[in-house]
């Protein structure tokens, strides 16, 4: 059973950085899955805001974060990171990294079709 442990979250001034981390453990490299980071606000719905495909190969990011964001992945850690500058208050939300199996030439941001799903870490993004 693929697990997925979320970290990095916390308490961040706007204008600042974090970098969350998704480490892999099931025994099978993390370039075996398309990963996929979401996050969900209080009283708002579910939204994918960067993917990489099977391998890394091919990444995207919502609009909302395309420029702030930068997904990556260390094979030797089975570690997959989101690079998060220039926070906004509006990135405050929990946050949640997914795996999925099926090979992908290219990710996709929409969740329902990720097999694992992480616990999620909180970011709030305030002074």
């Known amino acids: 059973q693929l697990q997925l442990v979320e970290s990095g979250g916390g308490l961040v001034q706007p204008g600042g950085s974090l970098r969350l981390s998704c480490v892999v453990s099931?025994?099978?490299?993390?370039?075996?899955?398309?990963i996929g980071w979401f996050r969900q606000a209080p009283g708002k719905e579910r939204e994918g805001i960067s993917c990489?495909?099977?391998?890394?190969?091919?990444?995207n990011y919502a609009d909302s974060v395309k420029g702030r964001f930068t997904i990556s992945r260390d094979i030797a850690k089975n570690t997959v990171y989101l690079q998060m500058n220039s926070l906004k208050p509006a990135d405050t939300a929990v946050y949640y990294c997914?795996?999925?199996?099926?090979?992908?030439?290219?990710?996709?941001?929409?969740?329902?079709?990720?097999?694992?799903w992480g616990q999620g870490t909180q970011v709030t993004v305030s002074s």
């Open positions: 997914a795996a999925l199996r099926l090979f992908q030439r290219t990710c996709n941001r929409s969740g329902p079709q990720y097999d694992y």
């Open positions: 990489s495909s099977t391998t890394g190969a091919s990444t």
């Open positions: 099931s025994g099978v490299s993390v370039n075996y899955y398309g």
